[in-house]
C-alpha cells in the first residue's frame, strides 16, 4: 500500500522557519518525482515546489523562492521543504505528491493535475 505521511507543520509567528517532511511507505521514492503542493481555505490548490528523482532538477513558485528549499533522502524514503522566513500567506494546508517517472530523470511535474499520490496534508499557520 503506497502512503505518503506529512509532519512538521504547525504555528509559527512571521519570519520563523519549519521543516516539513513527507514519509513514503509502501515504495521507494528512487522512481518518483515530488512535489509540495498548498491549500489555502477559498483558494485552489498551488504548486509549491517538485524535485526530480535525481535532485537535479528542482522548481519553487515565485512567492517562495529564496526562502523555501525541498530536498530528498532517497535513503530514509523522505523528502522536506524548508520554509524561511515564512509570511502570513504561507498559511496553508501542505500536501505532498508523488509520480512514479524511473530513476535518474530530470523531470519535475509542476502541476497538480500531474500526480496520483497524496498524503493527507499537514496545517501549517504563519501569524503573530
Known amino acids: 500500500q503506497l502512503q505518503l505521511v506529512e509532519s512538521g507543520g504547525g504555528l509559527v509567528q512571521p519570519g520563523g522557519s519549519l521543516r516539513l517532511s513527507c514519509a513514503a511507505s509502501?515504495?521507494?521514492?528512487?522512481?518518483?518525482?515530488m512535489g509540495w503542493f498548498r491549500q489555502a481555505p477559498g483558494k485552489e490548490r498551488e504548486g509549491v515546489s517538485c524535485i526530480s528523482t535525481s535532485g537535479e532538477s528542482t522548481y519553487f513558485v515565485d512567492s517562495v523562492k529564496g526562502r523555501f528549499t525541498m530536498s530528498r533522502d532517497n535513503a530514509k524514503n523522505t523528502v522536506y521543504l524548508q520554509m524561511n522566513s515564512l509570511k502570513p500567506e504561507d498559511t496553508a494546508v501542505y500536501y505532498c505528491?508523488?509520480?512514479?517517472?524511473?530513476?535518474?530523470?530530470?523531470?519535475?511535474?509542476?502541476?497538480?493535475?500531474?500526480?496520483?499520490?497524496w498524503g493527507q496534508g499537514t496545517q501549517v499557520t504563519v501569524s503573530s
Open positions: 505528491a508523488a509520480l512514479r517517472v524511473g530513476v535518474f530523470t530530470t523531470i519535475c511535474p509542476r502541476r497538480a493535475r500531474d500526480y496520483n499520490n
Open positions: 509502501g515504495f521507494s521514492l528512487d522512481y518518483y518525482a
